[in-house]
Protein backbone atom coordinates (compact mmCIF):
# COMPACT_ATOMS: atom_id res chain seq x y z
CA UNK A 1 0.00 0.00 0.00
CA UNK A 2 1.43 3.32 -0.90
CA UNK A 3 1.19 6.28 1.69
CA UNK A 4 1.72 9.41 1.45
CA UNK A 5 4.06 12.21 3.46
CA UNK A 6 2.00 13.41 6.44
CA UNK A 7 4.74 15.75 7.54
CA UNK A 8 6.36 19.11 5.59
CA UNK A 9 9.38 17.49 6.69
CA UNK A 10 8.57 13.79 4.60
CA UNK A 11 7.28 15.78 2.27
CA UNK A 12 10.91 17.43 1.63
CA UNK A 13 12.47 13.88 2.08
CA UNK A 14 10.13 12.78 -0.30
CA UNK A 15 10.71 14.60 -2.90
CA UNK A 16 14.84 14.99 -2.65
CA UNK A 17 15.20 11.31 -3.00
CA UNK A 18 14.79 11.08 -7.14
CA UNK A 19 17.25 14.21 -7.54
CA UNK A 20 19.94 12.40 -5.28
CA UNK A 21 19.34 9.79 -7.90
CA UNK A 22 19.85 11.60 -10.80
CA UNK A 23 22.73 13.73 -9.77
CA UNK A 24 24.77 10.28 -8.70
CA UNK A 25 23.67 8.69 -12.61
CA UNK A 26 24.65 12.14 -14.04
CA UNK A 27 27.88 12.07 -12.46
CA UNK A 28 28.68 8.78 -13.02
CA UNK A 29 27.99 8.81 -16.77
CA UNK A 30 30.12 11.96 -17.33
CA UNK A 31 32.91 9.80 -15.71
CA UNK A 32 32.63 7.18 -18.04
CA UNK A 33 32.89 9.86 -21.16
CA UNK A 34 35.62 11.52 -20.10
CA UNK A 35 37.25 8.09 -19.09
CA UNK A 36 36.46 6.93 -22.82
CA UNK A 37 37.58 10.29 -24.09
CA UNK A 38 40.34 10.35 -22.40
CA UNK A 39 41.32 6.18 -23.13
CA UNK A 40 40.32 7.68 -27.32
CA UNK A 41 42.96 10.13 -26.83
CA UNK A 42 45.52 8.11 -25.37
CA UNK A 43 47.81 7.15 -28.05
CA UNK A 44 47.57 10.46 -29.77
CA UNK A 45 48.73 12.29 -27.09
CA UNK A 46 51.51 9.67 -25.80
CA UNK A 47 52.94 9.87 -29.66
CA UNK A 48 53.82 13.35 -29.24
CA UNK A 49 55.86 12.60 -26.02
Same mark, same amino acid.
Given at each position: ?23 ? =??? @??? /? !? ?8 ? =??? @??? /? !?
Amino acid at each position: MLTLPTTREEELQYERSPDITRIV =LLV @LVL /G !ILLAGTAWTL =LPF @LSG /G !I
